[in-house]
């Protein structure tokens, strides 16, 4: 069978994309989703995202990992699943999704950027070296001295698989601060299990990390990934952060299909 796809990225964070709107798509072939992920013997990508029909909002967003299995949110995933619903003519400019971790709302603003409203963030761990949180996926967020040099792999897989996380793992950020409202961050991601060039729902933790740590009290707050360069802005009332966005760029690399 001939699979059409397209192939998004959001800063470098890059996604096999399928119109599932026919429901045709194997939905629990683990090994077919991890292959077509595959950067040497498929198309290639940190993940694959199924854009389904839903009943009460624009589109619905499936989300797996290159390892195959679907997990929790993805920000940049969605918010490339935006542009790729505008594509489809499913959407303008301005949509609401409904994704693992509840409704989204988005927009395509005229530079194309895209602006994606994540989770509200009520509870923030902090710990002696790092912050804990869940943005829609979870997120280990550590400051490190030499951010550039730092070993995200083996550092990132040795937090991830340790005792902190037990079998359901975390996404691992490892952050410098540039300014005060601008910080670095390099990302492991779990299911991707490397270091990836973007990671959406960690910029968003590290954005709210960095306010809860005292490092900023700015409420926009600029993220340089390897990849590009991410906004976070949000609300803050009383411990709580609402009205989360992430902004940035989300776009079409090519289009073809594969034998499948
Ligand atoms: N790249 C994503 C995060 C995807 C989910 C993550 N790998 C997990 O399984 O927790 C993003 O942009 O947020």
Do not use: W
Not at 110 to 131: P, R, T, Y
């Amino acid at each position: 069978m001939q699979l059409e796809f397209y192939k998004y990225q959001g800063t470098g964070n890059d996604f096999v994309m399928i119109d599932n709107r026919s429901d045709f798509f194997p939905k629990e072939n683990t090994q077919l989703i991890a292959h077509l992920c595959d950067r040497r013997f498929g198309i290639g990508g940190d993940g694959l995202i199924l854009l389904e029909n839903d009943t009460t909002t624009d589109f619905k967003m499936v989300y797996y990992n290159s390892d195959g299995n679907q997990s929790s949110m993805c920000g940049n995933g969605g918010r490339c699943l935006v542009a790729f619903a505008k594509k489809l003519n499913v959407i303008q400019n301005d949509t609401t999704f409904i994704a693992t971790d509840g409704l989204h709302h988005a927009t395509i603003e005229d530079d194309g950027l895209v602006s994606l409203q994540m989770i509200d963030v009520a509870e923030v761990k902090v710990s002696s070296d790092h912050v804990f949180l869940n943005t829609g996926s979870p997120h280990h967020v550590q400051l490190v001295d030499d951010l550039e040099n730092y070993n995200i792999k083996e550092n990132g897989a040795a937090i991830r698989y340790g005792d902190l996380y037990g079998k359901a793992g975390s996404n691992i950020n490892f952050v410098k601060q540039i300014d005060d409202t601008t910080f670095s961050l390099r990302t492991y991601e779990r299911g991707v299990e490397d270091e990836t060039l973007s990671c959406g729902t960690g910029a968003t933790a590290v954005a709210i990390a960095m306010n809860v740590l005292g490092k900023t009290d700015a409420s926009s707050i600029d993220l340089n990934v390897e990849g590009g360069k991410l906004v976070v802005s949000f609300d803050k009332k009383e411990g709580q952060f609402t009205h989360v966005f992430l902004k940035g760029p989300a776009e079409f690399v090519f289009k073809g299909t594969i034998e499948i």
